[in-house]
């Protein structure tokens, strides 16, 4: 994966991404030279721009604009583009002046293989807290998820799933769960801490797959698993959940969701 550094791009020290982490993020596949599903992004940027209540926030417009001109001047065919927005640079101190104005960078990253047949584990150092404020917000701040992630790796697992504090299953490290359930597709409830992406809200618009809190339970007696983004999907083979392992099957759904990825525009 290569990153395409524009060296004439810049960030203030007071950035308040830099120093509060108070940054929002979309992360779109580039196909053909285009970001796919780039107006569902933004409506989800624009959502995380409410919530945290960013004043002079740049129009979707605008950064419809940007992000065209920016493709329109690379040779970038298929990768994936970055967008993240901060709230912008401000002195020091949690509460932002009234006419601060936010950062925004553009991002291409050259394509990258997407990983297959995952081994997972189910955190055990870290768990997601039921009712965050920043439930739904897809901020730059993934501390506990690297955190969670590296004592994974540590072990021998490409990657990690995490519980809230009710025990319910929310997300893998940076990628949506998708189970195979009793012959049902499910994925963890947005009520209980899970970041609803472009592609896994595409999939349950189509009725592929249908949001459930799901437990420890649902793991054991799920037969397939599979890892979502806005890049791809990608199968998981087992996943240890406490002293007990368990191995999936790939399954039809596998290529049905697939096949729903390779159509969204």
Known sequence: MTQRIDSAA???????????????????LVRDGKAVALHAHLRRLRRGFERLRYRNAPTSEALVDLIEAKLSASDLTHGSLRLTVSRGAAPRGLLP???????VVVQLIDAAPVPQHLALVVSEEVTL?????LRGVKTTNYLEQTLALMAAKERGFDDVLLMNTDGRLVCASSAAVILRVDDELLTPAAGDGALVGTTLQHFIDLGLVNPRSLT?????????????????????RSCVVGNESVDFDRS????VLRDAFDRIE
């Not at 810049?10 to 779109?28: C, K, M, N, P, W």
């Not at 039809?252 to 290529?255: F, Q, S, T, V």
Request: no cysteine.
């Open 252 to 255: 039809d759904d596998d290529r």
């Open 97 to 103: 002046p009234a006419d601060i104005e936010p950062t």
């Open 10 to 28: 810049s960030i203030a020290i007071d950035d308040r991404g830099f120093t509060l982490g108070d940054a929002l993020f979309e992360t779109l």
């Open 129 to 133: 807290h039921a009712n965050s404020a």
């Open 216 to 236: 420890r339970s649902d793991l054991k007696v799920a037969s397939m698993a599979v890892l979502v983004t806005s890049l791809g999907i990608r199968s998981v």
